[in-house]
């Protein structure tokens, strides 16, 4: 499946269907570096491209885990490090992990649930 970043209204559509992508987990560190912008205010930039892509996602303290195909993650991703760049980022440093499976979806809900219920 093949994605593409409409700006005009900032959604992600689907515009090949021939391709099957297995759901994957891709877990993405954005550490900017900027003298005039505080580093957290660029990370929020990155994360709020995630929260309206519309994928799964969950952020933790070192990283923010998304869920879903992995071309559309990765683009995803890189708007992520565009917008940052954009805002202000003079460089970034970006980490990326990935679950994949060929047989299989991965699912993050798999990995963590029974660890939620004792979570702070």
């Known amino acids: 499946?093949?994605?593409?970043?409409?700006?005009?209204?900032?959604?992600?559509?689907?515009?090949?269907n021939t391709v099957k992508d297995n759901v994957?987990?891709?877990?993405?560190?954005?550490?900017p570096k900027s003298k005039t912008k505080d580093?957290?205010?660029l990370v929020d930039i990155a994360i709020e491209v995630i929260k309206n892509s519309g994928v799964n996602y969950e952020v933790t303290p070192f990283?923010?885990?998304m869920e879903g195909p992995q071309a559309l993650l990765l683009k995803i991703a890189q708007e992520a490090q565009d917008q940052?760049?954009?805002?202000?980022g003079e460089e970034i440093l970006v980490y990326y992990r990935i679950h994949?499976?060929?047989?299989?979806?991965?699912y993050m809900n798999e990995k963590v649930s029974k660890h939620r219920k004792n979570a702070i």
């Open 39 to 41: 580093s957290y205010e």
């Open 100 to 106: 994949a499976s060929a047989e299989r979806d991965i």
């Open 63 to 65: 990283e923010t885990v």
């Open 84 to 88: 940052v760049m954009a805002a202000g």
């Open 1 to 16: 499946m093949y994605y593409r970043y409409r700006k005009d209204n900032e959604q992600f559509q689907q515009i090949d």
């Open 24 to 31: 994957v987990n891709l877990g993405i560190q954005i550490v």
